[in-house]
Structures are given as structure tokens and as C-alpha cells.
């Protein structure tokens, strides 16, 4: 697969456009408000004619044959990435009774077993070749019919992640995905989808990606190579809420919802949102990012709901981990309680992640077809 580095945060590739737009259809019906300017999102290829700030003119491409999506796969480097905390990076840079004996911090008593080790070449990520069938996938998709193994026999270790080294925690992330598998494979299989496991990179300092530069304090599913990155300083993001980063299993729903977006591209959610973005109004793109955001927040709650038993967290445990979902917030994260973001606020952002943690069933998480203010 063709791939070039398009955008991504610090990324320094000019704003390009693809060529042959998209013909067919139209957005769902009552997702469209008032069309409006489209300013291109970071990553995000600007659509046909679109003159970037500052006067500067989108590289003019070569025509090319193919299908549409493809060439808004590729423009995409395959979706580019979706970042867990874009709005927190661009803000910190401007009970139960408890079950014992408990898994000791890096402790993982019951390790995936029965799943494919990461995979670092995967296969291509599927397209809808029409609009009619990017509308189906979005909000009739396969995967929505499928249900997870409730408990699953996959521990997750106890880790402080503020205090551990880069290889600790990637071998700890690394580990995590195997659970992961351990309870989404069989599932996105049944659904007639391939999941390749994406192998996690922790980094410390600025990394390039197949999606661009990506900065610190964050965490990024990169569809451009199907991998996550993790920053060793991630925690920091919760600066206004600081208590948020020494809850266990922090970093257990962040690459969840990480792999939530893994998920979202292997059933080609990911693209046939992107594909309708490109055709709506900046604000009207914002809805359909929410509900990609929050659906991996979803999926998320679903993965802990599945191995929460096995890892033997207590009521407090899971409660708290209600705050961490509620702490990137777009309006908890800029501290602008009406703050327009891309992932939602940390109310939405808590209630979707909760669906998910009450249920085994992967349809509780299709944001596609509720009002908007549900995932405002």
C-alpha cells in the first residue's frame, strides 16, 4: 500500500488535495446542518478547490483513476491518526469491598494466550466503494451484531505508569493488546473482518510516523501503519486533574479506546467517516469526529467490562475509571466548558465509556445513530 506522511501533530508536509472527489450519495439524512466554509483539520487532505490559510494554494495532483476512497485512503496515509489527546496537546504546549490478593504492579497473572503475536505488516485496510455503502457501514455494521466473551480469562497487570521506564511500559502496552485480541478477535471473525494486532511503540520524545511528527503527551492509533504510540509523559495531560493519573488501569483504557479506532479501521468505519467529513462543514465534521471518538471510548468500556473480573478490580477501581474518561473531555482538557472539540465533552465522553463497561454487546456502542447531543 502507497503511503505518504500527511499532517498529524508538528507535521510539516504542505496541505495537499486528491483529486476525483467523491460522486455518490449524500450524508445520512439528518447528520448535514447548514453547509459551511470546510477549514481542513490537521491530517486531514483539504477537499477539491480548498485554499488553505494564509493564501497558500493546495498542491495541484495529478488526475487519477481508481476509486475515490482509495485516493482519500491514501491522501489519508490509510486515516490518518486519531489521536486520544489532540485538543490536550494543543492546550499543555500553549465502592466495593476490594478483592485480594490483588496482581502486584506489572503482574499479569493470566496472560493472553491463543493470539497472534503484533503484526508490523498488515493488510490493507478495507474502502467502501460507494457512499450508500459507507453510510451502511457506519451505522449498520457487521461488527454491531456481534457480541464478547464476558469474563475473559486475560489479566491486566497493576503498573505505575508515571514512575515506569520506556521498555516497562511498552512491554506492559505490548501485553495489554494481547488482550485485547483476546477479546476482540473472535468477535470482528464472526463479523466476516480481519484484526491484525497493532504492536504499541512508546516514545519519549518526538517521533515520526507513517502519520507525521507526532509530539509528546499523547497517544495515537496511526492507521497509516496500524500501530499505537503511547508518550512516556501522557500522564501529564491531566494537569487539571492530576489525581486522574495514578488511577489503576489508566493506561489500560487509553490504549483501549486506541485500539476502539483499530477496530473502527479494520471494519472500515473509520474511512467511511472521514469520506463523509470531507464533504460537510468544519462544525458538521466535529459531529462526525464525536462520534468516532466516543464510539472508541465505547469499545473501550466493553474491553474493561470483559477482563475486569480476571484482573479483580474493585468497585472503586471500576468507578474511578469513570473519572479518567470523564478527564478528556474536550471542555475538561481546555478548561471552556463550551469548548467545540473534536472528541466530546467529558460528560458524553463518561456516559459512552460507561455503555460499554455495562455491556458485552458491541452494538450498545454505535454512536452513528443517536441525537447529536448525545455526543456532544
Same mark, same amino acid.
Not at 197 to 206: A, E, H, K, L
Not at 209 to 222: I, K, M, P, R
Not at 250 to 274: C, K, N, P, Y
Given at each position: ?33 447548514? &453547509? %459551511? +466554509?470546510?477549514? !481542513?483539520? @490537521? ?9 488553505? #490559510?494564509?493564501?497558500?494554494? =493546495? ?45 502486584? &504492579? %506489572? +503482574?499479569?497473572? !493470566?496472560? @493472553? ?9 498488515? #493488510?490493507?485496510?478495507?474502502? =467502501? ?68 494486532? =497493532? ?178
Amino acid at each position: 500500500m502507497t503511503q505518504q506522511p500527511w499532517g498529524g501533530q508538528g507535521a510539516q508536509q504542505p496541505w495537499q488535495r486528491t483529486t476525483g472527489q467523491p460522486a455518490w450519495g449524500q450524508p445520512p439524512a439528518g447528520w448535514s446542518q447548514p &453547509p %459551511g +466554509q470546510f477549514g !481542513a483539520r @490537521p491530517g486531514y487532505p483539504a477537499p477539491q478547490g480548498y485554499t488553505a #490559510p494564509g493564501g497558500f494554494q =493546495p498542491q495541484q495532483q495529478p488526475p487519477r483513476k481508481g476509486s475515490p476512497f482509495k485516493l482519500i485512503l491514501l491522501g489519508l496515509v490509510a486515516v490518518i491518526a486519531v489521536g486520544f489527546f489532540f485538543v490536550s496537546l494543543m492546550n499543555y504546549l500553549n465502592g466495593d469491598e476490594q478483592v485480594t490478593p490483588l496482581p502486584q &504492579p %506489572g +503482574q499479569t497473572s !493470566a496472560p @493472553p494466550v491463543g493470539v497472534p503475536e503484533p503484526d508490523f505488516d498488515p #493488510p490493507e485496510l478495507p474502502m =467502501p466503494k460507494t457512499f450508500d455503502e459507507a453510510e451502511q457501514w457506519l451505522v449498520d455494521n457487521a461488527i454491531y451484531q456481534q457480541s464478547v466473551e464476558v469474563p475473559t480469562n486475560c489479566t491486566l497487570g497493576r503498573m505505575d505508569v508515571v514512575g515506569a521506564d520506556a521498555q516497562e511500559l511498552e512491554d506492559h502496552l505490548n501485553n495489554l493488546t494481547g488482550c485485547l485480541m483476546m477479546v476482540w478477535q473472535a468477535p470482528m471473525e464472526r463479523a466476516g473482518f480481519v484484526m491484525p494486532r =497493532p504492536p504499541v511503540t512508546v516514545y519519549s520524545q518526538p517521533i515520526t510516523t507513517a502519520c507525521g511528527s507526532l509530539e509528546t503527551h499523547n497517544a495515537v492509533y496511526c492507521s497509516g501503519d496500524q500501530r499505537v504510540y503511547y508518550a512516556t509523559d501522557l500522564h501529564e495531560v491531566f494537569r487539571r486533574t492530576p489525581e486522574v493519573a495514578t488511577i489503576q488501569f489508566m493506561a489500560d483504557v487509553v490504549i483501549g479506546h486506541e485500539f476502539g479506532h483499530a477496530i473502527q479501521a479494520r471494519t472500515g468505519i473509520l474511512i467511511s467517516s472521514v469520506a463523509f467529513e470531507q464533504r460537510l462543514s468544519e462544525a458538521d465534521a466535529l459531529w462526525f469526529s464525536r462520534r468516532s471518538e466516543q464510539q472508541a471510548d465505547c469499545f473501550s468500556g466493553v474491553f474493561i467490562n470483559a477482563v475486569s473480573q480476571a484482573s479483580q478490580m474493585s468497585g472503586d477501581e471500576l468507578q474511578a475509571l469513570r473519572q479518567v474518561a470523564h478527564a478528556i473531555g474536550d471542555d475538561i482538557l481546555t478548561g471552556q466548558p463550551d469548548f467545540e472539540g473534536d472528541h466530546g465533552l467529558g460528560a458524553n465522553r463518561e456516559r459512552w465509556f460507561v455503555t460499554g463497561v455495562s455491556s458485552n454487546q458491541a452494538g450498545v456502542c454505535n454512536t452513528w445513530v443517536v441525537p447529536n447531543n448525545e455526543v456532544r
